[in-house]
């Protein structure tokens, strides 16, 4: 929720320069962007969206990397009968089939990748509704300061009374009928964000099942380019 809450300190700054009045006759309030994504549709289908497109893109890269599975272990059955030339054709050709996947990896699921640019289409505009609700309910209670519960500012406490999250689900059409109070979240029913597959986000390939670590034969074309 980065994105929420720099807008949110966009607003919080542009009250706070509105008004002239002294500190102690400012009013304050926060949300729980959170929770209050976590009741739009909108927001649910788009990180189905995201999940799906996620699974079918890892699909393809597992599926190449049994392709290159494949060569190597031909490789292996073949490497006794084969001519120094055709070893190093082939050590080429799974070394090029290796770096292949990974620029692959990196440019689906890397930083800035296809996944990271899907995400933000997809949510960008339910994160534009949301703060659009927080911005009119913060002028409508002429709060100076908003601050958002779920953001990476830490609240040790907070006073229900000073809680506005269901003014802005009320605002977005989604309130409950006890305004003002969230309740008791629970766990939010809604698709997770999806996750990066640890070996490829940092541009590092998943050992092959069977493979051993070491492969003389790829170090060997390595060192020969």
């Not at 060569?71 to 090029?96: F, G, H, W």
């Not at 908003?146 to 977005?172: C, I, S, W």
């Amino acid at each position: 929720m980065n994105y929420i809450f720099l807008r949110v300190a966009a607003l919080v700054l542009f009250l706070g320069l509105m008004g002239a009045r002294p500190v102690a006759a400012q009013k304050f309030g926060y949300v729980d962007s959170e929770f209050i994504m976590s009741k739009m549709p909108a927001y649910a289908q788009a990180q189905q969206e995201l999940n799906t497109l996620s699974t079918n893109w890892q699909k393809d890269i597992e599926g190449q990397k049994k392709d290159l599975d494949k060569l190597y272990r031909n490789y292996q059955a073949e490497e006794v009968v084969l001519t120094e030339t055709m070893k190093k054709k082939r050590q080429d050709e799974i070394l090029t089939k290796e770096q292949e996947i990974k620029a692959y990896s990196n440019k689906i699921f890397g930083y800035e990748g296809q996944l990271f640019k899907k995400r933000q289409e997809l949510t960008k505009p339910v994160q534009d509704l949301v703060f659009e609700a927080i911005e009119k309910v913060a002028k409508k209670k002429q709060l100076a300061i908003m601050f958002d519960k779920a953001g990476d500012l830490t609240m040790l406490y907070t006073n229900p009374v000073h809680d506005y999250t269901e003014f802005v689900l009320e605002e977005l059409g989604l309130a409950s009928e006890e305004r003002n109070q969230p309740g008791q979240k629970g766990p939010v029913k809604s698709v997770a964000t999806p996750t990066t597959p640890a070996g490829d986000a940092a541009g590092e390939e998943e050992p092959v099942p069977g493979r051993q670590p070491a492969r003389p034969a790829t170090r060997s074309a390595s060192r020969k380019k």
